[in-house]
């Protein structure tokens, strides 16, 4: 992210968001998905868009965000360095807040926030800031979320360690497995 403006910015007027909800699809741009892809370090985005959902909690001041987002990404494999395409799909959903009703972190680490036991996908309420929820960041945060840490392009084998590389005592040795991974000159 470059400065205070993400790379795939949709925001949504916090005064829009009733009680009984809207809905929002939102696509990022080709330039907007080359500039993801940099930020998350992948060969490219194809493509990133989002089905979001807001709506208002009892019709007072927080805002329940619930969304999906499908991607096409492409990753590097962590054993060939091969680029690795996948489709990612996701589901999310996070509670928004006035900042007002955001308590200062505490710097014992204590929380007086309550947060409902039975909606264990929802983190505490993230702070509404300026006059609007961006659902566009959000989206890219999920997906960054979403992708596979360790991408592995279909029968890479990484064949340099040997699991077996033991010294004359019979104890292993990671020493000699990586004597083996020395190219020579």
Known sequence: ?????????????????TAGGLVREVEASPSECRALAARFGLVAVNRLNATVRLHRLDGGPMVRVRGRL???????????LDPVPAHVVEDFAALFAPEALIPPP????????????????????????GTGIDIGELSAQHLSLALD????RPGAVFAGFDDHATDPDGVTNPFKALAALKRPD
């Open 149 to 152: 840490p360790y991408p592995r």
């Open 106 to 129: 505490d710097p014992d680490g204590a929380c007086d926030v309550v947060q409902d036991p039975f909606a264990p996908d929802e983190d505490l309420p993230e702070a509404i800031t």
């Open 70 to 80: 499908s991607a096409d990404v492409v990753q590097t494999c962590v054993v060939s």
């Open 1 to 17: 992210m470059t400065g205070d403006i993400p790379e795939f910015s949709r925001v949504v007027q916090e005064e829009m968001v």
